[in-house]
Nanobody, 123 residues
Framework: VQLQASGGGLVQAGGSLRLSCAAS????????MGWFRQAPGKERVFVAT????????VYADSVKGRFTISRDNAKNTVYLQMNSLKPEDTAVYYC?????????????????WGQGTQVTVSS
């Protein structure tokens, strides 16, 4: 299984970015997907997750109402639309996939991880 994350960059506070994560190597719709992030000097934390069919989503409180996770199973891709970005959103963002269709916030439930994409929000 391979995950390729892209779409990161430098943006001013209040701006938007859309991250993409392309997956290969398994039947995409059978697996939940998640986004996590790791800020400098901090542990990696949960951001958002989506079920295999895309019908169920869960968000961290810190991003609720600003970020939207979605997926296109025909393209084997999951997205993270990030709006109203804040400097505290600055981090390396990772996508991950897990065995099972149900979304979960637990990092240990994810068995494959992408390489990460840097998001930097300037004030």
């Amino acid at each position: 299984v391979q995950l390729q994350a892209s779409g990161g960059g430098l943006v001013q506070a209040g701006g938007s970015l859309r991250l993409s994560c392309a997956a290969s190597g398994r039947i995409f719709s059978n697996y939940a997907m998640g986004w996590f992030r790791q800020a400098p000097g901090k542990e990696r934390v949960f951001v958002a997750t989506i079920s295999g069919a895309g019908s169920s989503t869960v968000y961290a409180d810190s991003v609720k109402g600003r970020f939207t996770i979605s997926r296109d199973n025909a393209k084997n891709t999951v997205y993270l639309q990030m709006n109203s970005l804040k400097p505290e959103d600055t981090a390396v963002y990772y996508c991950a996939t897990r065995v099972g269709v149900s979304p979960t916030t637990a990092q240990g439930a994810y068995d494959y991880w992408g390489q990460g994409t840097q998001v930097t929000v300037s004030s």
